[in-house]
């Protein structure tokens, strides 16, 4: 045989071998083309995507209450607390979703209590930003800047991320000018990180550090796929796990900030846990995943819906369901008046229910639904006599459970464990996570107290 057509044969045997062992579409590497022939290259994709982040600074006060000690009370007449101000700046990242009119995604916590925000673009224009709406719960918030040629990011369908899916983030670290990372999907619909209250993360080993805060989550078409929010590390640095918003979900929140100037938080009206191994033999039941529902709550959407206790919720809107969490998170994303449909697996036969969800803001729950031992007490969303915003105890039957732990009409709740409670669905979440003893701190008139639940 001759050299020539060893060679061919060699290198016809190497084209076969790669393409049996290609990639599929959504997880294959773009090529550039080059002086020297075609090498895998990130470099096309990432001149598209990166005008479209931007580098957020903030400024604003932080206002904090001091306790003063009852000796300067006690001589000076001075009050109980006292009010404190102080400057503060800070940086983070952003993602432009729409050109045309200027809008701006990025994370809440960039952006809280800040009285000035600016926006850098990549070719070095500063824009003065103006923050149309946030929610705090899902960390997302929407500016709006002078939409005078901007270019915008195409949104993927994060429903159809795979774990293992090539990523890339694109922010501003540590105000550092934009820096681009790469890894892959680690994991998706995390959550029990304690970082909001619904939560339904993706988590990537891209390399996310302080400052990539609301920066891009992008696939290897340059679409967005999630919003950067959170690192996990000892020191607040880069240990190879991230996490991102999905895109659908933000898209979702944003729609209802754009429409309403606020987040309508849909509601199911169920109580439950995650399914797994032991709860599965439990139940006789073949599914080890998905939500397990506990209760129905009497005229809630999932009770009108059809949903019965002791079913299993394995699927929304056709896609497949890992946990409780997720299922909250997704619900509660979708907002007031939508229709979903859930996939149940009742006496383990699966039935498709459509469910009209209801206003999560209009609603008011006993407190035992939450926290059984508070029975005879009923809450709603309000504020107390400061504006500051929690969970308003409507009406407390006398001689209740709730009574006795010292519970009274138009008590507001405003933390749970010395975390920040500024609605039901904040209020339900700590207590779920809560161990043993629970404070909660309950502002009741002009005054502060704790009681606490053993």
């Known amino acids: 045989m001759s050299l020539l057509v060893r060679r061919t044969l060699i290198a016809s045997s190497l084209v076969l071998s790669t393409m049996a062992i290609s990639l599929p579409s959504h997880s294959a590497l773009p090529f550039f083309n080059t002086a020297k022939g075609e090498v895998p290259s990130l470099a096309p994709m990432l001149q598209e995507a990166t005008p479209a982040v931007v580098s957020i600074s903030v400024e604003g006060t932080q206002t904090s209450n001091q306790r003063v000690p009852e000796m300067f009370r006690y001589f000076f007449g001075a009050p109980q607390e006292q009010v404190q101000e102080r400057p503060f700046k800070g940086l983070g990242s952003g993602v432009i979703i729409d050109a045309k009119e200027g809008y701006v995604v990025t994370n809440s916590h960039v952006v809280n209590n800040a009285d000035q925000i600016t926006v850098k673009l990549t070719d070095g224009r500063e824009l003065v930003a103006k923050k149309l709406g946030v929610d705090e719960q899902s960390d997302i918030a929407l500016l709006k800047i002078d939409p005078e040629d901007l270019v915008a990011i195409p949104l993927a369908n994060s429903d159809e991320l795979l774990v293992g899916d090539f990523v890339v983030a ?170 979903v449909e859930l996939t149940v697996l009742r006496h383990g036969k699966k039935e498709k229910l459509t469910v009209i969800l209801d206003d999560a803001s209009d609603t008011e729950v006993t407190a035992a639904d939450i926290l059984p031992v508070l029975q005879g007490a009923t809450l709603a969303p309000g504020q107390d006599v400061r504006g500051n915003e929690g969970v308003q105890v409507t009406e407390v039957e006398n001689n209740t459970p709730a009574a006795r732990f010292g519970l009274k009409a138009d008590d507001v709740i405003v933390a749970v464990n010395r975390q920040r409670v500024k609605s039901i669905a904040e209020f339900r979440s700590i207590v779920d996570e809560a161990n043993g003893v629970i404070a909660m701190n309950v502002n009741r008139g002009n005054k502060s107290l704790y009681l606490v639940i053993r």
């Open 170 to 339: 694109i922010g501003n670290p540590f105000g550092l000018n934009q820096t681009v990372t790469s890894g892959i999907v680690s994991a998706l619909g995390r959550s029990g990180l304690n970082i909001g209250a619904f939560e339904n993360f993706i988590q990537t080993d891209a390399a996310i550090n302080r400052g990539n805060s609301g920066g891009a989550l992008v696939n290897l078409h340059g679409e967005l796929v999630g919003i950067n929010t959170a690192i996990f590390g000892p020191n607040g640095g880069n240990v190879g796990i991230g996490f991102a918003i999905p895109s659908n979900m933000m898209k979702r929140l944003i729609d209802q900030i754009i429409e309403f100037g606020e987040v309508r938080r849909g509601l199911l009206g169920i109580a439950g846990n995650d399914v797994d191994a032991g709860l599965a033999e439990a139940m006789n039941s073949e599914v080890n995943k998905g939500a397990f529902v506990n209760e129905v709550q009497p005229d809630s959407a999932a009770d009108k819906g059809g949903i019965e206790a002791g079913d299993i919720i394995i699927a929304v809107n056709g896609r497949a369901l890992e946990s409780f969490q997720e299922l909250r998170a997704k619900v509660s994303s979708m907002g007031a008046g939508a229709e």
